[in-house]
């Protein structure tokens, strides 16, 4: 006898329509829609109360398929939210998603059209101290009263494109060989590169496994250079040979869980103590010796246990003096000769996640650090009032993933101290393409001195990074290097040569796929050469790499 099946009756379906969006061609059709409409909703009104009351008895609601449309982010019908062309809309019943302020979206944001709207002003010191007494006597007299005219480098001069095989995580430049700039990615590679003869680079695969988070030159030799990655080592590598060796490794059984994985990220150099100052995820600061490059003494908590310390900085007129900042919405003065657990000199308070914080650069007195509620805080002097911030700047660097952090830096060679450069997250509209620029901001004022972009360019471009010599800016966008130099140190057109431009495909992809097809598993990598007239060379079939010449 075959077994028998209890039949279940499929419950009824509901689709629910949006009138306005879903509108018939000609008004006969619509016409007609709207007779017949009528016609089942008669007959439907009669039966729809037993209909409705069986269906309870019998436990089968009716389901509901909406094709409606709503947004987004609130799931309210009305509006929508997202990108409509170039220009991104949020929702309206979210605050700005620029200043994080309710009752105006971030198109008509006020901050938007000027970064120096709302800033707020520095207060009125009224207490003086010995140490502020030795600043201004002492190194107060190095910083020029008149600021001098800004260089901005706003022209791409050349560019290397997927250099990478995964997005670029940090940059540093050489500090004796002014041509050679090093980058590391989310794969744990570190790459060489010559962007004067542009064509010589290389990338060290076998340094790290993970995030290449941080890099510092070691003060005595301008070949060797130390990384701190995610996979809790330190690694010193001689650029020469490429060879790696690590100086400590923070997970030495393995992996062992997400509880007990130790990642490294913030890192620094003390030359007078020849120490590598590291910080890893749990909120824990470590101190390797450069000499014997051994680790020295315990590990000691400066933040909350279990946050991550994402940035350190030592100061670069009184080394002793060590700034950090982590996820625990705290940066953090202290003191190296005398640091423990609590010992720190002046807790600064963020609203959200703190990406970085560095001393200035010539004076080593003021403070800029970059946070997650799309804030730009200045400090302008260590020894005065530090219960707030001198200055609160509004800049979008607020994003959600797949993204490096973004972080603003000073201008190493601004002798005024109150330039500094920062990749911007939200989209603008230039010509109709959606553009990200790099913002160059003056942080004494919060004015926007300029918006370097180019329409080549049309990816976010979060680790940007000046040379501490040259006018020259260097950016990594998704796995692609630019670097950028101001257009009136150009050669003119008729004079200058054809830019190069390097495109390399990655060994594992197949050789018959289109350059542009290349992509991220976090974030897309778009490239497209627009100049008229465009020459592309292939190279030879051994080598993987391509050239494409752009007559500027």
Known sequence: MPPQTRRMAFPKVVIERETDSEQSSSEEDEAGVEQEEEEVLESENEGKVEEALDEKKKGKAPITISLKKVCKVCKKPGHEAGFKGATYI??????????????????ACPHRVATEYGVVPAPHKSTRNALEYMFERQIRPRVPPIKPAYVIPDQVSCAVIRYHSRRVTSLEFHPTKNNIL??????????????????????????????????????????????????????????????????????PDGWQGKNSWR?????????????????????????????????????????????KVVGLHC???????????????????????????????????????????YFSPVSGSKILSTSQDNRLRIWDSIFGNMDSPSREIVHSHDFNRHLTAFKAEWDPRDSSESLAVIGRYISENYDGAALHPIDFIDVSTGQLVAEVMDPNITTISPVNKLHPRDDVLASGS???????????????????????????AGAEKKRNRKLGDGSDDSDDDKFCPKGKNLKSKKSALKSSQYTIKVKR
């Open 182 to 251: 090093l980058s590391g990615d989310k794969k744990g590679q570190l790459g060489v590169w010559d962007f004067v003869k542009v064509h010589e680079k290389i990338v060290y695969g076998n340094v790290h496994s993970c995030i290449l988070n941080n890099m510092k030159f070691k003060p005595a030799s301008d070949d060797t250079v130390y990384a701190a990655s995610s996979d809790g080592t330190i690694s010193c590598t001689d650029l020469e040979t490429g060879i790696s060796v690590s100086l400590m490794n923070l997970n």
């Open 315 to 357: 100061n670069p007129v009184q080394p002793d003096l060590l700034l950090s900042c982590g996820n625990d919405h705290f940066a953090r003065i202290w003191d190296i000769r005398r640091i423990e657990a609590g010992s720190s000199i002046y807790d600064l308070s963020h609203s959200r996640v703190v990406n970085s914080a």
């Open 478 to 504: 998704s796995r692609s290097l630019f670097i950028w130099k101001p257009k009136e140190k150009c050669e003119p057109v008729e004079q200058k040569d054809e830019g190069k431009i390097v495109i390399c």
């Open 90 to 107: 949020d929702c309206p019943m979210k605050p700005c998603f620029l200043c994080k302020m309710p009752g105006h979206t971030t198109v």
């Open 263 to 307: 990642m490294l990220y913030g890192m620094d150099i003390n030359a007078e103590k020849g120490a590598v100052l590291v910080a890893d995820n749990f909120g824990f600061l470590y101190l390797v010796d450069t000499r014997s490059n051994d680790p020295t003494g315990k590990p000691i908590l400066i933040h909350k246990k279990g946050s």
